[in-house]
């Protein structure tokens, strides 16, 4: 675009010299265009580079088969292929075992995030209580109830009824898929992606169910977690 206003002009010029036209002055530009671009930092400022908060548990990191260390380099190595100017700076977060909250959220805040600090409010939201209901087969997180598939609930439901014990992959597959022959048999990666949708749809009550790293899953009796069984025999089978 800018090589035809240029054009433009030249031309309008040339008239103006050999035809003795008299070209009409082009209007002032509108005061919006005047102004100076918009800052995305405040005026006396600069950027000089980013923070980008990365939320990982030991539980997601299982699930998803990486480690911490090797996201950390993953994540270094690309931006040093992207930008080779830039200089990168990793620090992991702690928090004390069985802490609540979103990962990402736990990591803003050992981390001093200011917008976070500044976007927090002293208003709390009431708890929610979780029911894992066996005879209904649902889990209601306060008034709401988990859209668990069949065999999500399944699943959670062999776990819950082993509480206090680790439950091995192997183990949920021979009781959730007993009858199924070598192809249809489900291997223990794809325990971790039904334990995996099971928990994205626990929402903040994700850690209901527990990663045992390299031995398999659990339950543990929460205070804010009821489980409803019916009076009669285990209902392990449906």
Known sequence: MSIAITHIQSKQSTLAT????????????????RRSPV???????????????????????????????ELVT????????????????AAVALAPAGAGGRDVDVVRRALQDPSLRKAETPVEEPALDVT?????????????IAPLTYKEFELLQ????????????????????????????????????HV?????KLGDWADIVRTVRGAGYRFDRHADVTVLAPHAASPDRF
């Open 18 to 33: 050999d035809g003795n036209l008299a070209l009409a002055p082009q209007p002032a530009a509108p005061e919006a265009e």
């Open 39 to 69: 800052r995305a930092v405040p005026a006396g400022t600069e950027a000089r580079g980013f923070v980008l908060y990365v939320g990982l548990g030991e539980d997601a990191s299982e699930a998803d088969g990486i480690e911490l260390a």
């Open 74 to 89: 993953e994540l270094k190595r690309l931006t040093a292929r992207l930008s080779p100017s830039a200089q990168t700076h």
């Open 132 to 144: 894992i209901d066996l005879s209904r087969k649902r889990v209601a997180i306060g008034d709401d």
């Open 158 to 193: 062999f776990i819950v009824l082993r509480e206090g014990r680790t439950v091995e992959r192997t183990e949920i597959i021979d009781a959730l898929w007993p009858d199924s022959d070598d192809e249809a048999r489900p291997n223990e990666r794809t325990i971790d992606v």
């Open 196 to 200: 995996r949708r099971l928990r994205s």
